[in-house]
């Protein structure tokens, strides 16, 4: 199938206190709640591109929205509807035209966010491979010698990262994440976090889906640990196509690697100005995301 062109939005307007705008989401101010507009923008390197991706906006607010519901007995979560019809009657202050919104919009519990991305590894990619190259190690975590690109890791690992609203994450050890947030918050993050990977993992499995690693974000509600922002996205994952999986090459995914490749491809040196997307890769990556949702929700 095509890709329809429906109209993008790369930041909106709704009527309502604008809290923040995040890489993706347009955050809206509503005392204990936040409504969330998950825009078509799409970061790469730590860049926002020029070139919005079409449905894409649409496509994580709907992933998300299906995890936050099948998880929500392993982990509660800050979720309270991603109905558009639902959001008008709670909210019927803020502007939501069906043509724009529909679909990409969800109502949260505001939470006290914990400052750091948790971050669950199966395969051996990314700056994990990096540092493995380096050191034989991810994050503090010692891995067996003659590992290649995209080799499964004898067990998922957790790695903690750095929450930058601006830049890059930086990893972080465990021992560190335990200073920042504590040695009991630390060690229930990891908890969950592994917990959710492995459950996630042979979900997308079954669905012909490598989950290669994930990131979640965590804060309190009430006093509780919740899951906040998105689930198991493609912007927040690796998703990898089980049928083309092979060990000591980058695999064929449904996420925005595909961009990366693309970036890395033209000599992009990573510092602005950020170049456009051409039309195929622009759809390219919507059709990568499309088939993410597809599989995941079947």
Not at 80 to 98: G, M, N, W, Y
Not at 145 to 166: C, E, V, Y
Not at 261 to 269: A, H, Q, R, T, V
Request: charged share 30%.
């Amino acid at each position: 199938m095509g890709v329809t062109l429906a109209k993008t939005i790369q930041s909106s307007d709704i009527g309502l206190p604008l809290k923040a705008r995040g890489k993706v989401r347009d955050i809206y101010e509503l005392g204990d709640k936040l409504l969330l507009v998950a825009t078509d923008r799409l970061s790469a390197f730590d860049h926002i591109l020029p070139t919005p991706i079409p449905e894409k906006g649409k496509l994580l607010t709907q992933v998300s929205a299906f995890w936050f519901k099948k998880t929500a007995e392993l982990v509660p979560n800050h979720l309270i509807s991603a109905d558009l019809a639902e959001i008008r009657r709670l909210v019927p202050q803020a502007k939501l035209p069906d043509e724009l919104y529909d679909g990409r919009v969800m109502l949260c519990k505001k939470a006290k966010r914990v400052d750091a991305e948790c971050v669950a590894r199966g395969y051996l990619v990314g700056s994990g491979w990096k540092d493995y190259q380096k050191t034989g190690a991810v994050c503090g975590h010692a891995l067996p010698k003659g590992l290649q690109l995209a080799s499964r890791l004898p067990q998922p690992i957790f790695t903690p990262a750095t929450k930058a609203d601006t830049g890059h994450d930086e990893n972080i050890s465990r021992e560190q994440l335990a200073k920042m947030v504590g040695a009991d918050v630390a060690a229930e993050l990891e908890r969950l976090t592994l917990k959710i990977y492995a459950e996630a993992a042979a979900h997308m499995e079954a669905r012909g889906i490598i989950l290669a690693d994930t990131k979640f974000e965590f804060g309190f509600i009430d006093g509780k640990l919740c899951i906040i922002d998105e689930m198991l996205t493609p912007d927040s994952s690796r998703f990898w196509d089980k049928a083309a999986y092979k060990v000591g090459v980058s695999p064929e995914s449904f996420d925005k690697q595909f961009v990366r490749d693309y970036l890395e491809k033209i000599g992009w040196d990573k510092n602005p100005p950020v170049p456009p997307l051409p039309d195929d890769v622009a759809r390219g990556t919507t059709e990568r995301y499309r088939e993410a949702f597809r599989r995941i929700t079947a």
